[in-house]
């Protein structure tokens, strides 16, 4: 241990002087020092047991001892009695086990005792330490077997870059899995090449590093930014360089010191295309050739500008035909590249802290020109891993992707209005897809195997259907159940489970036609801003007002007709209003403001609706006294709706009714959004609609003898 | 057990007979399975029954026919049956009132005329749909209560229920059994027919008809197959404690708007929607929807605009358990079989050889 023992009881007694006075403790160190890993900035964690019946409290005291900072946390024998007791029972469902709880039952029974040392002893043998490594290895290998199953979906759904890092997280579990059916049940990852060292195992410790660093990298070469290096071959340092040619099996230089260095180099660094050289092409002296299947060594750039001094690895390594040149990597660069969202970031902590076994990673040595990472090169990385959790005892992950399948979610429904599908998660998130993601989306049969999903997705003719598989599943709009696993829930390292992915919610304005949601662009999966039974009531409330409006305007006809002046006014300003609860139900406004007000709330509206609000505060002001105005109002109203209708796109409400067509057309839409609303126990206003939408199967014509004036 | 039983069986053959047949030899009866043409008996698993330890003896009859047509052999058998099983009948919609009669009246006059013989205990299979087009609750002793019947089929039922009363009245001992809709076994949804309901649902969940006449709260009685050949099977071998009773073999209660939001649960599938019958017209339809609608979903307009409950106290008491519960888990079964056969779910593309690459993969 880093510190001595009589460092740590001085300590203890300085801590113990800052307490109350009274309790009869027994004490133990526990963590990371007690593990016998630590460095000087590491916390000293006390744990006083307390041989009593009461639940004492979680919270740690803290305390500024020497420099150092001090945890104290308490627990009585009870409280240890039930966490032991709950890790049992735990034991049989993995996924079920809390990491909190193993982590404290973990520290205390591998705590150093300090005081009291037979109730310390009394209470580790509450729970052997055998029957806790086996837990705790069966609780590492679920969580392997998860991450590693979602990482061979991925890479079956063309997900690269996530399919890297999930494999990464699976690799690293399987490793802890190992590990702590040998007494390494230490939780936290960031010790573990300390652990790996201490196992006594250097063949699976210096194979679990050469997987981990031989991971294909995102597509961070082309991150922006990144230092420019011209043409010329990289300076790489001598022992740095001689890892990186190393093919397959080499283990990483121990020693290779890393400086810091910027994210490796951008495209513009390549050399120029005269040099590109294919990989058959004879490997330099002193690099391995590597054959198409090797996970593809990072250190190695596929094509090299000239021979250098030095042994630089040039062409032999790349795995890819059709690699593009690679950027020419930064020396030494400690390039756990900085990752996209979607790789995992606990996992870049082992190689950051862990100066024993840094790795020359050049990202971008294998990458394909959009900058990810060659597929195969993932699939084969992701093979090497599962042989590895294979090797280590890990079952229930083989390369067998037909073992997933793609399985329904509890509460999300499929509703299309016209040619536009939306589907509803949990009955209140609303998504709304594009054509081709609809297309892709309404080609699912659930309870089948991915495989078989994704080659009915590609039937659809929609290109890449992959990643719009991947996005449904991320949203939770399906699951993937393995084969006699269970749904496939994975979790990085010590992190709950992500759940499904709310995204930003969509900023289209107007959101709404009668049609459906607006949507920005074929792929879009575009969440509404608006809960479910909102969006149901708006939309119909949209379809509504169009009824009323065209109505309307035909009893304006039919008043001025009959020189009915009064009854021509209200029914035009009848006509206004329902143009307005249009605008602002396709805006998602909804409830809607009461007909005084509409007008007004128009402020709630981009900017650029503010004429209209001019024009309908004009004309809810005219009268008609005569033929002339009333046809002046009739002419301006009909100007005033097409006004609205081109602010809420053409399609919003329907060029006319004059044909029992487009008539139709509008009820069928009507019954669409109805049907919808229903489902979500909308406020909807159906006893309204009820009547005209039920009477008037043909035409509006009738609704003028039926018309009464509120 | 009790002493084994012969049993003459009417339409065999057939989804609910085949049921019957095998259960009555599976409990040692013999069965003399009337049969119009050689047909193989299939279960509604899909596989050959295979009759025992009972005996199974094929008559070749046809019901149409006075005697139903037997040789005088197999006339002589069937005299001595302790049992008729009256499942044949045609149940398909949308034919002409002359072939319901035919086989529906009056083979039900023949099979009655056989039974009255020998004053043999009879079991008839009805329809519950006898109740025709009203709304609320229809009991198991209600038959002719001026109702509208919903179709030539139903009318055709009801006449041949009415003529099964008759003899009843005659002193002939007459159990009669009337089935809602029949769909699939209740554990798996397997069924051996694609018939009735299940066009209409390939029709709508193809979006090859999108809007359909009818109301949310309509309601539709789906029985499991297994459940009507167990009441029937049951109905015949307890003939003294069944008696003259009418059993309604009734199962799940789904309402229209149940199969809507069931239909929402699958991504492959259209939902139709509903609109009232006074606003629907099938004229108004597009030119590529009108003919499905014409030639499946009409013929079943009707049960789309009933909101008819089954009160089934007889039938549930006889048999010794209540209607299942669970309406929605059990018509996800019956999808999830569909898609499993390939009946429901996406046409299979056809892609013209050009668009598919070497490697198999497809291009829009």
């Known amino acids: ?710 | 057990m009790s002493d084994p039983m012969t049993v003459l069986v009417t339409g065999a053959g057939g989804f609910v007979g085949a049921e019957v047949t095998a259960r009555l030899t599976a409990a040692g009866h013999t069965v003399l399975a009337l049969l119009h043409h050689n047909t193989e008996l299939v279960r509604n698993n899909g596989r050959k029954l295979t009759p025992g330890p009972g005996t199974l003896t094929r008559i070749t009859g046809d019901i149409t026919r006075p005697g139903l047509g037997m040789t005088d052999d197999d006339r002589r058998l069937a005299a001595i049956a302790d049992r008729i099983v009256h499942c044949a009948a045609v149940t398909d919609f949308g034919l002409p009132d002359e072939h319901y009669d035919r086989l529906n009246v009056e083979g039900t006059r023949h099979v009655l005329d056989l039974a009255l013989a020998v004053r043999t205990p009879l079991v008839h299979l009805s329809t519950a749909y006898v109740c025709g087009e009203r709304d609320g609750t229809a009991r198991e002793d209600e038959l002719d209560v001026g109702q509208r019947p919903g179709s030539g089929y139903e009318k055709s039922k009801l006449a041949a229920e009415t003529l099964a009363r008759t003899a009843a009245a005659d002193g002939l001992p007459v159990t009669v059994v009337r089935p809602s809709i029949v769909t699939g076994a209740g554990r798996t949804g397997r069924v051996r027919d694609f018939k009735t309901i299940y066009p209409v649902l390939r029709v709508l969940t193809r979006g090859l008809v999108r809007t359909v006449p009818g109301h949310y709260d309509a309601v539709l009685d789906l029985v499991p197959v297994d459940r009507v050949a167990d009441l029937v099977t049951e109905a015949t071998l307890r003939a003294r404690v069944a008696g003259c009773r009418t059993l309604h073999a009734v199962g799940y209660e789904l309402t229209l708007r149940d199969f809507s939001d069931v239909l929402a649960e699958y991504p492959c599938f259209q939902v139709p929607r509903f609109v009232p019958p006074s606003a629907f017209s099938a004229q108004a339809l597009p030119d590529g929807e009108r003919p499905y609608y014409n030639r499946v979903i009409s013929l079943y307009d009707t049960y789309f605009r009933r909101r008819v409950h089954f009160d089934d106290t007889r039938a549930a008491a006889f048999i010794g358990r209540p209607a299942p519960t669970g309406a929605r888990p059990y018509l996800r079964r019956l999808l999830d079989h569909c898609l499993a056969t390939g009946y429901l779910g996406p046409a299979p593309r056809r892609l013209p050889a050009a668009a598919v690459r070497p490697d198999g993969s497809t291009h829009r």
């Open chain 1, 1 to 710: 241990m880093i510190l001595t023992e009589d460092q740590l009881q001085d300590l203890l007694d300085k801590a113990l002087a800052a307490l109350p006075y009274g309790t009869e403790w027994a004490v133990a160190l526990e963590g990371s020092l007690a593990e016998g890993f630590g460095n000087p900035s590491s916390d000293i964690d006390f744990l006083f047991l307390g041989r009593c019946e009461d639940d004492l409290p979680t919270m740690p005291s803290l305390l500024f001892v020497d420099g150092r900072r001090v945890e104290i946390r308490t627990r009585s024998v009870r409280q240890i009695a039930d966490q032991f007791r709950a890790v049992e029972e735990g034991a049989e469902r993995p996924g079920r086990l809390s990491e909190d709880l193993l982590n404290r039952c973990q520290r205390l029974l591998h705590s150093h005792p300090l005081r009291g040392h037979a109730l310390v002893e009394e209470v580790k043998a509450m729970l052997p330490a055998e029957r806790f490594g086996r837990i705790t290895a069966d609780w590492w290998a679920h969580r392997a077997r998860q991450s590693l199953r979602q990482a061979i979906a991925l890479v079956c759904l063309d997900e690269s870059d996530e399919a890297v890092g999930w494999t990464r997280a699976g690799l690293l579990q399987t490793v802890k899995s190992w590990a702590a059916a040998r007494g390494e049940t230490y939780l936290e990852p960031k010790w573990l090449s300390l652990q790996l060292d201490r196992a006594g195992h250097p063949d699976v410790r210096d194979r679990y590093w050469q997987l981990d660093t031989t991971a294909p990298a995102p597509g961070a070469a082309f991150a922006p930014g990144a230092a420019a290096v011209s043409g010329s071959v990289p300076a790489l340092g001598g022992a740095s360089a001689s890892d990186a040619a190393a093919g397959p099996g080499s283990v990483p230089a121990s020693g290779a010191a890393p400086a810091p260095s910027p994210t490796p180099v951008p495209d513009t660094a390549a050399p120029e295309p005269g040099t590109v050289t294919a990989p058959s092409a004879s490997p330099p002296p002193g690099a391995a050739p590597a054959p198409r299947s090797v996970p593809a060594s990072r250190g190695v750039p596929a094509v090299a500008a000239a021979p250098a001094p030095g042994g630089v690895p040039a062409a032999g390594a790349a795995a890819e035909p059709d690699a593009v040149p690679a950027p020419v990597p930064a020396p030494a660069s400690n390039a756990v590249a900085p990752a996209p969202a979607a790789v995992p970031a606990p996992v870049a902590a082992p190689a950051s802290s862990a100066p024993a076994s840094d790795a020359v990673l050049a990202p971008g040595a294998v990458t394909d020109p959009s900058g990810t990472p060659a597929p195969d090169a993932v699939r084969d990385h992701l093979t090497a891993c599962l042989g590895f959790a294979a090797d280590l005892g890990i079952a229930g992950v083989p390369w067998r992707p037909e073992r997933l399948i793609v399985e329904r979610v509890a509460g999300v429904t499929t509703w299309q209005t016209g040619e536009r599908v939306h589907v509803i998660r949990c009955r209140r998130d609303v998504f709304v897809l594009g054509d081709d993601a609809g297309a892709v989306w309404r080609s699912l049969v659930l309870g089948r195997p991915l495989p078989r999903v994704l080659a009915q997705a590609k039937d659809t003719g929609v290109a890449d259907p992959g990643p719009l598989l991947a996005a449904f599943l991320r949203h939770g709009l399906i699951r993937l159940a393995w084969k006699g696993g269970g749904t496939v829930i994975p979790s990085l390292p010590l992190s709950a489970p992500p759940g499904p992915l709310t995204p930003p919610p969509s900023t289209a304005q107007p959101l709404l036609s009668v049609h459906g949601a607006a949507v920005s662009g074929p792929r879009a999966i575009d969440l509404m801003p608006l809960p479910a039974d909102r969006f149901a009531a708006a939309a119909m409330a949209l379809v509504w007002s169009n009824v009323v409006v065209e109505n309307a305007v035909e009893d304006v006809t039919g008043a001025l007709r009959r020189g009915q002046w009064r009854v021509a006014e209200l029914t035009a300003r009848r006509a206004v209003h329902a143009a307005l609860r249009g605008l602002l139900s396709a805006h998602g406004v909804h409830p809607l403001p009461a007909d005084p007000g509409l007008v007004r709330r128009l402020d709630l509206l981009p900017p650029a609706i503010r004429p209209i609000g001019a024009r309908a505060g004009d004309l809810l002001g005219r009268g008609v006294g005569s033929a002339e105005q009333g046809d002046t109002l009739l002419a301006a109203l009909r100007a005033f709706i097409g006004q609205v209708r081109g602010a809420v796109g053409a399609d919003s409400f329907p060029l006319s009714f004059d044909s029992a067509h487009t008539w139709r057309a509008t009820l069928q839409l009507g019954y669409d959004w109805l049907r919808i609303g229903a489902h979500l126990d909308a406020q909807l206003p159906i006893e309204e609609a009820r009547d005209l939408l039920a009477g008037h199967g043909t035409a509006p014509r009738p609704a003028l003898e039926r018309h009464q004036d509120p």
